[in-house]
């Protein structure tokens, strides 16, 4: 089992930033890739970023150039277990409650969720 616990959501204004973290815990090993995913009100959930143990990144065409995600301890390529995403030039449209995810073993494990707030 993979537990994840994210921080960092919040309201913010129009073209503000925010950083989001997500550690996991548990079975850390073989997790091969983490992310963020977000759901807006009457929205599917969608994927905004993910990052690799390897250390390759995929992002949303939407955020692409304003969202960053990164990893602890880049170096390391044995275990993957702690995530950030840093949002610069926030949109309205930003606004949803984002998940993060881990990979292991074709299994999907996410967070409990963090909201963030656009204001415009």
């Known amino acids: 089992q993979v537990q994840l616990v994210e921080s960092g959501g919040g309201l913010v204004q129009a073209g503000g930033s925010l950083r989001l973290s997500c550690a996991a815990s548990g079975s850390i090993f073989n997790i091969n890739t983490m992310g963020w995913y977000r759901q807006a009100p009457g929205k599917q959930r969608e994927l905004v970023a993910a990052i690799t143990r390897g250390g390759m990144t995929n992002y949303a065409d939407s955020v692409k150039g304003r969202f960053t995600i990164s990893r602890d301890n880049v170096k390391n390529t044995v275990y993957l277990n702690t995530v950030y995403l840093q949002m610069n030039g926030l949109k309205a449209e930003d606004t949803a409650v984002y998940y993060c995810?881990?990979?292991?073993?074709?299994?999907?494990?996410w967070g409990q969720g963090t909201q963030v707030t656009v204001s415009s």
């Open positions: 995810n881990a990979l292991r073993f074709a299994h999907n494990y």
